[in-house]
Structure formats: C-alpha cells, structure tokens
C-alpha cells in the first residue's frame, strides 16, 4: 500500500474521533448526541463507520442489512460519547493541575513520521495539506487520543488477581478453543458416471471402480491408480491427496465411511448421485485437548484483560451518570 495512502487513513480515522465544537457543528451538519455542552455531529458517526458499513453492504441485503447498520451506527455513537466524557473529565483535571507535556505530543507526532514515512518530515507535512489539515490540528487531535487511552488506564488497577477457580472455571467453558479436533490424512479416487470425453466413458463405472478397489487391496499404489484413474481435476495430479482433514471436511456419508477406516485401510466403493469413491486413510490424529497447565499464563492473562475492561466500563459509567446525554438521531 502506498505510505501516503495509509497516512491519509490514519488521519481519517483520527479526525473522525475528535469532537466538533457546537458553532461548527450547526454550521457544517446535523447533531446526533449531545454530551453537557458539546455536541456529536451526523457526519462524525458517518465517517466513524464507513469501511465497515461499505464491508456489510457487501456481505449482507434487505432487513438483516438495516438491523446491523443501525447496531454500527449506534456502537459508534456510544464509542463517540464516550470519548467526549472522557475528554471532559480531562478538562476537569486540568483545572486541578492535570496536563498532557507538548514534548509527548512531538514525541508521538515523530514516531507517525518515522514509522508512516520513513523519517522524511517534508512528505507528512505535505500529506496535512493535501488533507486540508494543519500540523497544529494534528497535534491536537493526537494529543485527545493520547488522552483519552492514559484516562483509561489510569482508572484501572494493574493489579488484578485471578484466583485458580477462576482458571479452572474459564478453561472448562472454553475447551473447544484447546481442543484440536480429530483429523485422517486422506487420499481418494473419484469415478464420475456418464461423463464424456474420458478414457472410461461407456464402461460400467462401478465395475470400474471395483476393478481399481481389487488393484489397490492386491498392494498397487494408491496415489499412481489415482492419477490414471481419478476425475477429481483438483487432486487427481497429486495422487488424490485431501491431505489433514476433519469431520466437516466431506459429506455425512462420506465422512462415516473415511473415519472408520483404519490407516493404510481401502475402503469398499462408495456412491453417491452416481458418483464412485474410493478412499485410504494414511495416518490419523485423534482428538486433543490441550491440558490447563499448557494454558494457564494464556487464560489468566485473557481473564485480567476481561477485568481490565470491566473496570473501564464501571468508571465511564459514573461518567455518564452524571452527565447530560441527550441523542437525537
């Protein structure tokens, strides 16, 4: 991707979470919420959620569309408020002493210059302009994400202890995410009946696979008979080979017949809509579930993450207790 290209999302995705003030907002588009004395303009949520509405446009029509258009839409309202009280309390801290240093600021702005341009400061200034931004409003909007994620974290308390029944607990519900399901390494020849054009059309399909059955049981290669004889274009050059694969991999029939095969086992000509199949399994994995000692340090450090934004929320719910929110779209 072109490093202005990604710049350039950079900056929108920051300038769509900074707040607008009042005056600009009646000025340049309607007002979907207001926090206290700000407001939270129509376009700011528009901007917020366009790649991901474009991406459901894409994946989903009708009713089912407008129901997760409107979940975006107002998941990114809240995220908006949120942020806005947020930065209000800072201001409140302020007027006690609280301040964000302009060196952290700089410091953010050469990393982004550094990173995103390779150090060629000439470049990101211009990209600002080309955006209709000035390096001053950069900063700005850099230095209300700085704050708004040091606000967060301040409010939560690093020192969360996760109890082993808690681990336990977590590990039990969660199995199938430490788990490695059963698996059969595969190979299979196809016959299809009635098709034109090959070197068996005309002959009793089923005669034919059973002819190839009796090749294999008497000790000829699997993968060779496969690509004589095999119409699977997609696995009939590699000897019919499916490789590792898993319960849901193939139809209910077929899977029956592929797992209870033992490994170097052919199995007995199977049909299905006129089609022949002739399956060996090379090696079989059974299922596993990770032990909780292999999991442990991965589930406590999941679950103090899970409390660490528990506690996040708590506090932004006193933010909104006692603010004034009024949303009006």
């Known amino acids: 991707m072109n490093i202005r290209i990604a710049f350039h999302s950079l900056i929108f995705a920051a300038f769509t979470t900074g707040a607008l003030h009042a005056q600009q907002a009646e000025v340049i588009d309607g007002i979907a919420a207001i926090v206290n004395k700000e407001v939270i303009t129509i376009s700011q949520v528009r901007e917020l959620v366009g790649a991901r509405e474009r991406a459901l446009r894409e994946i989903y029509r009708g009713e089912e569309l407008s129901e997760r258009l409107t979940q975006l839409k107002l998941a990114a309202l809240k995220d908006l408020i949120d942020r806005q009280l947020i930065l209000q309390e800072f201001k409140v801290m302020q007027e006690k002493g609280a301040n964000i240093p302009e060196h952290v600021i700089d410091d953010r702005v050469q990393s982004i210059i550094r990173e995103e341009f390779g150090g060629d400061r000439g470049a990101f200034v211009r990209t600002l302009q080309a955006q209709g931004y000035t390096i001053t409003r950069f900063k700005e909007v850099e230095r209300e994400k700085i704050i708004v994620q040091a606000l967060r ?156 934004m528990k506690a996040q929320e708590r506090w932004i719910d006193t933010l909104r207790q006692k603010a004034y929110i009024k949303i009006l779209t």
């Open 153 to 308: 974290q301040s409010k939560v308390d690093q020192n969360f202890v996760i109890s082993p029944t808690q681990i336990q607990s977590y590990y039990d519900k969660n199995k199938p995410a430490y788990s490695t399901p059963e698996q059969i390494k595969l190979r299979m020849i196809v016959i299809r009946e009635g098709d034109d054009g090959d070197i068996l059309s005309g002959a009793n399909k089923r005669q034919v696979a059973e002819e190839i059955r009796a090749k294999l049981v008497e000790g000829a290669d699997f993968d060779r008979m496969a690509q004589m004889y095999s119409e699977d274009a997609s696995t009939q050059e590699v000897g019919g080979d499916w490789g590792w694969i898993e319960r849901n991999t193939l139809n209910e029939d077929l899977t029956s017949v592929a797992f209870s095969l033992k490994p170097g086992e052919i199995s007995k000509v199977s049909e299905l809509e006129g089609t022949y199949y002739l399956m060996m399994v090379e090696a079989r994995r059974n299922a596993q579930v990770k032990p909780i000692s292999e999991v442990r340090d991965e589930i406590e450090r999941n679950l103090i993450q899970q409390e660490r």
